[in-house]
């Protein structure tokens, strides 16, 4: 039971220090998908759950000029 608590804990850990970093701009998708230890689809559903912006609206800007 301990060690199901503390793997259950250090997996939510990874998991909010992955999205701090994607949200800083530290790391990229992959990355953070790597530091939390799933895969980019499980990932991409923790951040739509948690309504959490990751891309930055500098980049967005700049990527819808690059396309104009």
Known sequence: ???RL???SL???REEYA???LTEGKITLLKA???AGSDVWELIAKIKEKKIQ???DES???DL???R
């Open 1 to 3: 039971a301990v060690r």
């Open 6 to 8: 503390l793997y259950k």
């Open 11 to 13: 997996q939510m850990w």
């Open 19 to 21: 999205l701090k970093l």
């Open 33 to 35: 998908a790597e530091v």
């Open 54 to 56: 990751w891309i930055g």
């Open 60 to 62: 967005i800007e700049h």
């Open 65 to 67: 000029a690059a396309f």
